[in-house]
C-alpha cells in the first residue's frame, strides 16, 4: 500500500491568495505521519512546477490565469498518471483548477488500463462553467466541464477520454450559477445536491453512485473542495457557502468511500491557510482524508445493534 502526495500550490484559478500554500500547511499538519499510522508507504513527490506555456489568447475578458492554469493542467496530468503507476496519488491543493490536470492524467490512466473513470466531486459549487460561460473568470470553475467534454477550452489540451455525464457525480452541491444550471440540464449528470441529502441522508445516494462504479469495475477519482463541509466548520476557504455537510456527514462519506475500496485517486483543494484559525481547517481536512484512507473510531464489522 503505497500513497503518493503530490504538492500543487496553484493560486491562478482564483482571486483570492493563499491557496498555495495549501500543500504546505498539509505537511506541516501532519497527513504523511496520518497515512503511515495507517499502513501506508508515503512518498512525498514535493511540489509540481506548472509547464511553462506562452500566453494564450482568450475572447472572455473576464478570464484570468490562463496560461499559468494550462501549464499547471499539464504537470499535472503527467504528474497523476504517472504516479497511479505507483500507487495511490493525493493531490495536495492548490485551488480547484488543478482538477482538470488530476482527472486528465486518471482518465489517461484509466484509458490505457481499459477502464472506465469515474468522478466524485465533492462541492458547494458544481465547477461546470466553459472557458465562454464563466462571469467570475475563475478557473477553478470549470474543471467538471472540461471532464465531461463540453466545448469552449481553447487553449487546454484535448481531454484524454472524456466522461459520459453518467460517470459524474455533484455531491453536497448547494451554488449553481444560471449558466451551469442550463448546461446541467443537457448532462445527465447524478446531482446530488443539499436538498437530496436533507432528504435522504449521505449513504443511500453515495451508495448509489458507488454500486455504478463496482458494476462498472471502474476506477473512481475523488475531489474534495473545503467549501463542501458547512463554513462554521471548515471557514479558511475562499468560497463560502452557508448550508453545507456537517463534520460528522463528511466523515460518513469518507468512511462508506473507504469501505467500497473503490477510490483509486483523491484531489484536496481550496484550502486557503490564510484564512485558517490555528490550523482548524486543514486539520479537518487531514483527518477527512485519513478516514477516506482507512482511518475508524472502531474497527469492527457492521451489524445490528442491541
Ligand atoms: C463560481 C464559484 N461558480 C465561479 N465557483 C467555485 O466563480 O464560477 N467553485 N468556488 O468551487
Ligand atoms: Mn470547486
Ligand atoms: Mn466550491
Known sequence: KTCIL?????????????CLM??????VAGLARSLCDLGFTVIDR?????CPVPPVPCSNPAIHGLSETIGWTLALTEAVDRALDDGFPIVLGGDHSLAMGSVAGAAAHAAAAGRPLFLLWLDAHSDFHTLDTTTSGN?????????AGRTGFDGFPPFPAHLPPER????GIRSVDPEEHEALLRYDISIIDMRVIDEFGICAPLRGFLDKVRAADGMLHVSLDVDFIDPAHAPAVGTTVPGGTTIREAHLVMELLHDSGLVTSLDLVEL??????RGRTTRLMVDLAASLMGRKVFDRPTRGFG
Open 6 to 18: 503530490i504538492g500543487a500550490p496553484i493560486d491562478s484559478g482564483q482571486r483570492r491568495a493563499g
Open 22 to 27: 495549501g500543500p504546505a500547511a498539509y505537511r
Open 46 to 50: 514535493g511540489d509540481l512546477i506548472p
Open 139 to 147: 478557473l477553478h470553475g470549470i474543471p467538471v466541464a472540461y471532464a
Open 168 to 171: 459524474i457525480c455533484l455531491f
Open 272 to 277: 486557503n491557510p490564510f484564512l485558517d484559525e
